[in-house]
């Protein structure tokens, strides 16, 4: 049931949207707090979403270019989520979440 809120709570960026600057990252990584809780620190230790603050940003940008290809079997909802996004997107949120504090 939490998962459908989420799911519900989640609006993707439109076409056509400007590049992310700093704030614009800001607001894309709060649409993620609903489940990796807030900064992207994990809501539930040990529980199924993984935390993102603090990760190697290359890592994360790994993760989510390969969620958004559908190139992790194991991946649930993170690969709808991704559709919408630009690699510029997801570079910039790799970079905000490994970076110690949110900006
Ligand atoms: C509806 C809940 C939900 C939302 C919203 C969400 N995530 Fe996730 N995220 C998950 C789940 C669940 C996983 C585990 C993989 C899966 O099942 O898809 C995950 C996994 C990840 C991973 C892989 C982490 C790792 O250590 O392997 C990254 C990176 C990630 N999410 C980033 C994001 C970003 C960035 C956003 C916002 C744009 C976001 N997520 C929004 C639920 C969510």
Avoid: Y
Wanted: overall charge neutral; aromatic content about 2%; glycine content about 6%.
């Amino acid at each position: 049931m939490q998962a459908v809120l989420a799911i519900a709570a989640w609006m993707p960026p439109q076409p056509g949207m400007a590049q992310p600057g700093l704030s614009d990252t800001a607001m894309l990584a709060a649409t993620c707090a609903t489940c990796h809780g807030p900064a992207g620190r994990q809501p539930s230790p040990g529980g199924s979403i993984p935390a993102l603050r603090e990760q190697v940003a290359a890592h994360l940008l790994q993760r989510l270019q390969a969620m958004q290809k559908h190139n992790d079997p194991k991946a649930t909802v993170m690969p709808q989520l991704l559709q919408g996004l630009s690699d510029a997107q997801l570079q910039a949120l790799a970079q905000w979440f490994s970076e110690p504090e949110p900006r």
